[in-house]
């Protein structure tokens, strides 16, 4: 059973298509980078692929569910531009919060257990009004990994984290690689993109360039997907 | 159910929220009691008068004041990208919406029962003794203004002038509910029983709420997704 | 083809209102309480038969959209919304004029009136939600989504006006009673041309709204080059 499916999906903005007929399929335990120039259809795709857009044409499954079956959102964890925690609760009741609308048996602990894991333990009863940007971050990263999701979709994680963040990101994305969870990440970082990445995919004005295994190449050259299947 | 359970975890959420911050709430409270303040200083209704507009006076009161709690509703979840959150998760759109719906309820219900008894002193009314049937009406008729202002909220969340065009689309369509809960609010302050023609209003704002809840929860769904 | 069948329908319609407006003016007799001024109802009503038809239109396109996607519903929908609210408008207008001919005064919150009025105001509404989407299927999503609310509210404002008119009573400004067969008969037949100038008004927004969704699309597709 695949982790993630697109099939025939299309969106189109009023008659402009913003994606063409894209499908493609990733395994668990797979790490899948996304590439493309901005406005290619990254985030697009990965809003779809998250049930929180319909594609115009076109279906979505993960793990062989409708997107937007509850049995299948709650094994999707996102992480998009917004950190989507609340600024007027603390660390701990935010987590505590999602915990609870994803149904987890102890959300209490799940949220302690969170926060310690990101580094925001001390912090836990903070309003997140009061948090730098590093620790915001690290915050929503909690949150996207808080239920233990299958399928984990990020939109230019690496974005905007200090590296303290970035190094808890590291290790929770390659942990999920050892437990055979699946990642679909959207960057323009390059470098670290693709040393995590098993498979690569590139979004050209809407249409897959290019899906296949990371090669070794790629991992030298990060300019070589580009340039072969690129536009000039 | 998870329905109910959903419902119920975002509906303490959106109480706690706006508990901790108060600033719908402020804002609504604070413009219910001012307006009802200046009508009486500047109409200085008698007794008379006063009978005839009661119901009117009260509901275009709520109805403003309720427009500036309906519009913060999913305002607040804009905020670094909360909505998209909420819509992910397993979270169904009817249950966002049901969870809403009551956190809104309870903080329109409670500005309305302050605003009562202010105007029962500033304009001279007894209301009182007829508690009870009032309170079903503002029941009923907060739950109509309520039901429409949450769904159009959710529409309106991320269009320019939102802060216009909820209002806008909002008010002509809940004239009829406003016109069930004026007539019945006036009636009942006038001293009539709750029977014959003020129960047909009655009914027609149950069957109002009925029909809008049912419409509302079908088509939140389709108004949450992008 | 499509052109010269426009064409054709309005000379009809002209042809069939001024055949009407003879009819109207020469033949039929005075009405016993309201003189000639009556005889505005010949357009009054039929207007506001068409106003309902558009907006019945509208939200079964609305339907059809939300269930299909497919953007030529909402060019219906949109396009039959503006011509109902057109005639809803002129229902209005006629109202008023003969108000003011029958009882001196402009307005008064008689029943049809104000529902009527009601009804314009929540188109308009949809209207302006239109203005404020940029995106044109989140524009036609969140129109959809209000016409059908705006439908069934209308026959919701409708009893419930009439209902508290009947309790406080106010003038009419006209009678409920019956009336004479032949002239029955002529508001009906007035409304074919006002119906011929609903469909060609419609057809030709509706071309103009298609047009103005490719000239976006072509307009999105120039920037991403």
Redesign the interface.
Known sequence: MTAVSAAGVWKYYGDYPALKNISLTVEPGSCLALLGRNGAGKTTLLRILAGLSQPSRGTVSIGGLAVRDPRARRNIGILGHGIAVYEEFSAYENLRLFAGLYGLADPHRAALEWLERTGLDRVKDGLVREFSRGMRQRLAVARAFLHNPHVLLLDEPFTALDDRAIAVLQNLLAEARSQNRTVILSTHQLREALELATHVALIQRGALAYAGERTPIMLEDPGWLYRNYGEA | M?FF??SV?IAS?DL??EL??KEALNASLSFALVILLLFSFAFDPTAEQTREISGGLLWLVFAFAGALILNRSFAREL????L?????????GPALFTGKCLANMALLVAVELICLPVFGIFYNVRWAHRFWPLLLTLILGTWGITV?GTV?SA??VN???REL?LP??VY??L??AL??AI?LTTGLLAGQPLAA?LT??LK?LI??DI??TA?ALG?VE??L?? | MKDKLLYAACLLAAWLVLANLSVILLVLPDEAEQGAIYRIIFFHVPAAWSAFLGFLVAALASVAYLVKRNLWFDALAVSVTEVGLAFAVVNLVTGMIWGRIIWGIWWTWDARLTSMLVCALLYAGYLMLRRAVEEPAQRAKFSAVFSIFAFIDVPIVWFSIQWWRTQHPQPVFRGGGSMDPAMYKMMFANWVPLLLLFVVLSVVRLRQERARGEIDALRREAHAL
């Open positions: 998870s359970r959903h975890q959420k706690r929220a901790r911050t905020t670094n990208d909360c998209d959150a909420l819509v992910a998760s397993p979270v169904s429409v159009f529409l309106t269009l320019r002038l065009m806008t689309l002509p369509l004239i009829p016109m069930a007539q023609e047909n209003w027609l069957g109002f029909i809008f419409l088509l389709t108004v997704m992008g």
